[in-house]
């Protein structure tokens, strides 16, 4: 009996430490609200929803009780009870989603809150059965004192923003089991002048200097004349994975697709999907008895992870009918590559690859950027160049760029997790002109952004992309609005590299400065100060 109550309490502790050894705000332990979803919708969801890495619009939840007449806690009750779902909360209350919102922000609260106590009590329990075993006295005699809880989830959760969003927006497209929004701080650099237009940048970051850094890099631009670039190429990529009988037929099937009639076949199949999907080429690449086809299409102003995804399928039925005995394992299988790193992207390009270019007055280097060109060039080499080199990098051949990437992709309704390979970059620089001037250029093989779908036509994201006059379709070009997007991420990214390796090389300086001059005291000196307010913390 007492062997037995110290096993229990014993394993009661040890099932909430596990359970909630995560971070609790990270939504990771065992939350009773989730369990309630998770085990609803993990058996009724339809597995077609995922496409490959892109995750596609949840089917519509079928309608029982009108619950929009009862009351808060009436809801939750039925909640409770598992009569409704908390992830079908918008469905059921399809007049009022904020309401959906709130009621999802209460519950989860209120368990958070119950499971928190319960771990608490078990560990008060597990105390005194450590204690009654140690001094031998019969653990009831021992009095377990519950500690009340300091953390108030209710109150925490008041100061996730609730209001202000328009959730029909973001219902069935953006998020699922919403409670809110973080608000993150837009600021603003430039003007750049880009391909002789200013462009203002919205920055949305919390990384203090990240605005100011490259906001000191457009000056430096555009008082040295502007930044041009030029797109390479344009077209977003998926590739499946296929599996045939053996090795012949895989090698048969990638000379069929490499055949200009056949895949004249397979275009048309896949162009049939949409007005602005249009296949460029199909790499097939062959590895055993597995085939991964990665097919490459325009886009329009979207991205195009969906578009060219629906336009996969349908080139898959066509092969299909030329081999049936091929079994389609994923429509993603990771040669496309999509948010991971890769050397495919690097080389191959994936959306858009801009390279950004632009010559920088000597005088700018020594009066904006308070470094000189020489130092500026050598420093490229060491860190940019060889450093990378030397880490093994692959598309890393730069300062910070996924800095620029992200922040300008928050802001304007990009997917943030494609910084990984839209930051691809290398930055070049060399001085010209008898070494007076510095020529720099920054080269981008997969910007992959759209100016429709995703996030992007939420009004604050649509706010910013008004900012660069690129909101939503361009009518009568699609596609220039996505690829002046891509542009602009070049261009801010090459005034984010200027800076950042201005603000190190003075850096450098000043050091070396302190190190030859050990018996001055180091004054504050504007280029010291220069380097703490220019230098990004990430790097
Ligand atoms: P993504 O493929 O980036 O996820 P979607 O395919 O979901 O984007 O969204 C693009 C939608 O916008 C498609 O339905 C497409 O027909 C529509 N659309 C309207 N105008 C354009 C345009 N100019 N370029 C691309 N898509 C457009």
Redesign the pocket.
């Known amino acids: 009996m007492f062997k037995n109550i110290i096993s229990n309490s014993f394993k009661s502790y040890q099932y909430y430490s596990l359970k909630n050894s995560s971070n609790i705000f990270k939504g990771q332990s065992s939350i009773l609200s989730l369990q309630r979803s998770f085990s609803s919708s993990t058996t009724k969801e339809d597995p077609k929803n995922c496409i490959g890495d892109?995750v596609l619009t949840p089917h519509k939840a079928k309608k029982e009780i009108n619950i929009e007449t009862l009351k808060d806690q009436e809801i939750i009750d039925l909640l409770d009870k598992g009569e409704i779902q908390s992830h079908n909360l918008e469905a059921r209350l399809p007049h009022d989603l904020r309401r959906a919102v709130h009621i999802r922000r209460k519950l989860l609260a209120r368990d958070l809150q119950k499971e928190h106590q319960k771990m608490l009590q078990a560990q008060a329990m597990m105390e005194a059965a450590q204690k009654s075993l140690a001094s031998g006295v019969d653990p009831s005699s021992i009095p377990t004192v519950t500690p009340i809880s300091t953390l108030d989830f209710e109150s925490s959760l008041q100061n996730l923003p609730l209001d202000h969003l328009d959730y029909s927006k973001v219902l069935g497209a953006c998020c699922e089991n919403v409670i809110g929004y973080i608000p993150i701080p837009v600021g603003v650099a430039g003007p750049l002048l880009l391909d002789n237009k200013p462009v203002s940048i919205p920055m949305a970051t919390t990384e203090g200097c990240l605005v100011a850094s490259t906001h000191r890099g457009c000056k430096a631009i555009t008082k040295s004349g502007g930044a041009r670039t030029v797109v390479l190429q344009n077209g977003?990529t998926r590739a499946p994975v296929l599996r045939l009988p053996g090795v012949i037929r895989a090698g048969e099937l990638k000379q069929w697709i490499e055949n200009q009639e056949n895949f004249y076949q397979i275009a048309s199949a896949f162009n049939s999907t949409?007005?602005?999907a249009r296949l460029k080429n199909i790499k097939v690449v062959v590895a055993g008895r597995l085939v991964y086809l990665r097919f490459r299409s325009s886009?329009?102003?979207?991205?195009?992870?969906?578009?060219?995804?629906?336009g996969v399928e349908k080139a898959l039925e066509v092969l299909q009918e030329y081999f049936p005995e091929i079994e389609v394992l994923s429509l993603s299988g990771n040669l496309c590559t999509d948010k991971k790193p890769s050397a495919t992207n690097w080389l191959e390009g994936r959306g858009k690859s801009v390279v950004c270019e632009a010559t920088i007055s000597g005088d700018i280097v020594r009066d904006v950027l308070k470094t000189n060109v020489q130092d500026l060039v050598q420093l490229n080499i060491d860190k940019n160049l060889v450093g990378s080199a030397m880490a093994g990098s692959i598309g890393g051949f730069n300062a910070h760029a996924s800095n620029i990437v992200t922040a300008l992709y928050i802001a304007t309704g990009q997917d943030p997790a494609q910084n990984v390979e839209s930051s691809n970059c290398i930055t070049l620089m060399e001085a010209v002109n008898d070494g007076k001037d510095l020529y720099i250029s920054v080269t981008m093989p997969s910007i992959e952004v759209?100016?429709?779908?995703?996030g992007t036509f939420l009004p604050a994201q649509s706010a910013c992309l008004d900012l660069l006059k690129v909101r939503?379709?361009?009518?009568a070009k699609?596609?220039a609005?996505?690829e002046q997007l891509a542009r602009v991420v070049a261009g801010a990214v090459m005034a984010g590299e200027l800076s950042l390796m201005s603000a190190l090389a003075a850096g450098h300086l000043v050091r070396s400065h302190l190190k030859h001059n050990r018996k001055s005291e180091p004054k504050p000196q504007s280029d010291a100060v220069s380097v703490s307010h220019n230098l990004p913390h990430s790097d």
Request: proline share 3%.
């Open positions: 892109t977003m949409s007005r602005f886009t329009g102003d979207a991205m195009g992870m969906n578009m060219v995804s629906k759209g100016t429709v779908g995703g939503g379709a361009n009518v699609p596609g609005n996505s």
